[in-house]
C-alpha cells in the first residue's frame, strides 16, 4: 500500500463556504420552480403550500446540512506516482489517477471560488471515464504547487 | 488546431478543390439538410396547391444546389508539406490545419453513388475527443478515389518518417483476416434480427391512419379473413399448422434480415498488415477503408453470445482513441472468429494469445443479490396486480424472475484475471465479453461503493481507458480489500 496510495488530507476549510453558496442559488431556483408550481396547479385546488414548503425544507436541509457532510467526506493526496480524491458517502468514489497518465492541467477560480479564496484543480486524463477529475476547494499557492508537482510528472507520449 | 500560418517559409502546397461531382453529392446533403421545408411542402401537396408546391420544390433545389456550388466555390484544401490546410465557410470562413503529425489515420469511405463516379469521401482522423460536429473539419467530402490513395500513402510516410513506407503495399498479399461467402452467411445467419417487425410495427403506428389500414387490430384480420371464409375454415381446423407456418415465416424472415444487413455490411470483409497499423476494408454497397494505427490500440474485447460460443464464433474488436465508422470507439476486426485467428490478429498487434485457462478471481455473490434487492420496489406493484388482475402479474412476475435468473448466469461468467503485464475481464451471459487490457492503458481507477455495498463489504472498481465506454470498464462487486489490492497492482507498472 504504502508505495501507491499517498497521504489525504482535506481541502481548505472556505470550501465549505463555496458549496454552501452554491447551494443557495440551487436551492432558490428550486425554492421558486416549487412556488409557481403551487401557485398554478395546486392553489386552485386547495392544496397550496404543499410542494412549495417541501422544497423549503428540502434547500434548508442542503444549505445547512450538507456543505459540512460533503467537506468531511472529501480528501484528496498526491503521492509520488499517484493522485487520490476520495469523496461522497451514499454512492463513495475513490479515484486514483497516475501521474504519468495526466493529459494537461488546469487551476480553475470562479467567482465563488475568488469570494471565499479557494481554487480548483482540474486534471485532465486520456481516459473516456474520468476524463476530468477536480479536486475543488485548494488554497490557490496550493493548486499551483500541485499543478506543478504533477507537471513533472506527466510524460509527453511518444505516438 | 486552427492556428494562424506563417507561411512562405514552407510549402504548403497548391490549392486544390473538391472534385466537381461533389455537386451531385453536395445537392443531395443540402436537400437533407432542409428539414422543416419538407413538412411545408408535403403540406401543400396534402391541401392540393399543386402549383404552389412544385414552385416551392423547385425553389428548394435551387436553393440547395447554390448551396452546394457555394460551398464548393469557397472550399479549397492544401497538401503541405507538414499538413493538410482546409480553408472552408462560405459567410464565415474556417482556415483549418491538420498536422500530419496529428493525423492517426486517414479514412476512405465510398458510397454506392461515389464508387459509381469514382469518388469517394476522406476523413482525417485525429484522435482528439472530437466525435462532435467539429469532427466534420477533417472531411474532404469528394476527391478523386486516386488522390484519396495518394493523400493518405502521404499522410503515412510523412508520420513514420521512413522512405520505405511510400511503397505502397500491395493489398494482394496474405490477408491477416478475411471473410469468404461461406463464413459471411454464418455471420449473418448468428445475426438473426426481428428488427425488421418492429419496423413495420412502427410504421403501421404511425401511418396506419392514413394507409386506412391497420394490419395490427384484430378488425383488420376479421375482415381479411371474413373475405377469405375458406382461408378462414382452414385456419381453425389447423390452428397447429397455422402456428407453426407462422413460427417458421417468423425464423426465416428474422435469418434473411440478419444475412442482409451483414451481407451489406460485412461483405468482403478483409483486414491487411500495413506498416503502421491493421487495415480493414468491408462493404457491399458503401465500401469503407480503416486503418487502426498500432500504437493506437488501447484493448482488446472479445464477444459472443451463448449460441455463438456453443458453435466456436467470437468477435474481436479493438478499443481505440481513433474513432471507427459512426463515432464508435471500437474497431470491428473480425465479425466472426475462432480462437486461433483472434490470436493470429492480437499477434500481429504485438500482443500475446489469450490465455485459455487464466486463473479466474470470481465475483461476491452480492452481484445478484444486491440486484435483486434494486429490483424489491417493484413487488409492490406486482403485489397490487396479483390482488387486482392476476393474469397480469404473471407478466411482471416472470419479468423480474428473469432479469434475476439471467444476472445469476452472468455471475457464473463475471470474473477477472491477470496475465501477466495485462488484466482479463470476463463479464455478461447473454452478452458475454472478454477486455483484455494491458496495465499501461490503464488512465485512471475508481473504487466505488453505495450504502447498500459498503454494508455488504464489496466494492467496484471501475478502470478507465481511452476510447472506452462513458461508465468506465467495471469490475463489479469484489471485496474492498481484494479491490484496493488490485488497484495497486494494476497500477503499480505504471513508471
Known sequence: MAAGEPHLEPVEAGYKHVLRARMAVFGAVLILAAFILDRVLLAPKGHGGIVAGAAVILALAMIIVAP?????????????RMLQVVRGWLFHTDTVVPLARVQHLDVVRGPLDKLFGTSSLVVHTAGTHNS???????????????????????????? | MSRPTPTEDRAVGGPERLHPLFLLKGLGGSLRGLGGAYAALAYLIVSGEWRLAMFA?????????????????????????????IDSGILSRRHRSIPFDRIQDVDITQGPLARALGIAQVKFETGGGSSGPQSEEGVLQAITLERAHEIR?????????DPQAIVEQSGEQHPVFAMGPKRLLTAGLFNFS?????????????????????????????????ASAPLQEFALAHRAIVVAAGSVLLVVLGAATGVIRTTLRDYGFRVDRTDTGLRRRRGLLTRTDVTLPL???????????????????????????????????????????RDNEIDHILAELGWRPIPAEPRWHHVSGAYVWTFALALTPLLL?????????WPAALVLGSVLLVAVALRWLAWFRTAYALDEDRVLVRTGWWRRKLLVLPFERIQSADITENFVSRW???????????????????????????????????LSSQA
Open chain 1, 132 to 159: 476530468v477529475v477536480v479536486v475543488p476547494g485548494l488554497a490557490p499557492a496550493r493548486a499551483a504547487e500541485l499543478r506543478d508537482i504533477i507537471r513533472e510528472h506527466v510524460q509527453t507520449d511518444a505516438d
Open chain 2, 295 to 337: 500504437k493506437r490500440a488501447q484493448a482488446a474485447v472479445v464477444s459472443t453470445g451463448p449460441v455463438r460460443e456453443a458453435f466456436g464464433w467470437k468477435e474481436l474488436s479493438l478499443r481505440s482513441l481513433a474513432s471507427d465508422e459512426g463515432g464508435r470507439h471500437a474497431h470491428l476486426l473480425a465479425p466472426l472468429a
Open chain 2, 194 to 226: 426481428l428488427a425488421v417487425f418492429a419496423g413495420l410495427l412502427g410504421i403501421t403506428q404511425t401511418f396506419g391512419d392514413a394507409l386506412g389500414f391497420d394490419p395490427l387490430s384484430q378488425k383488420f384480420w376479421r375482415n381479411v379473413l371474413a
Open chain 2, 153 to 161: 500513402q502521404l499522410v503515412r510516410s510523412r508520420r513514420t518518417r
Open chain 1, 68 to 80: 459540512q457532510r460533503i467537506y468531511r467526506r472529501l480528501r484528496y493526496g498526491v503521492g509520488e
Open chain 2, 57 to 85: 420544390a423547385a425553389a428548394f433545389i435551387l436553393v440547395g444546389g447554390v448551396g452546394a456550388i457555394l460551398y464548393w466555390r469557397r472550399f479549397e484544401y492544401r497538401v503541405g508539406a507538414s499538413e493538410i490546410r
Open chain 2, 456 to 490: 455488504v463489504g464489496t466494492a467496484s472498481l471501475r478502470l478507465a481507458v481511452a476510447g472506452g465506454s462513458v461508465a468506465g470498464e467495471i469490475i463489479p462487486a469484489i471485496p474492498k480489500a481484494a479491490a484496493r489490492q488490485l488497484r495497486e497492482q494494476l
Open chain 2, 381 to 389: 406493484p406486482l403485489a397490487v396486480q396479483v390482488v387486482l388482475v
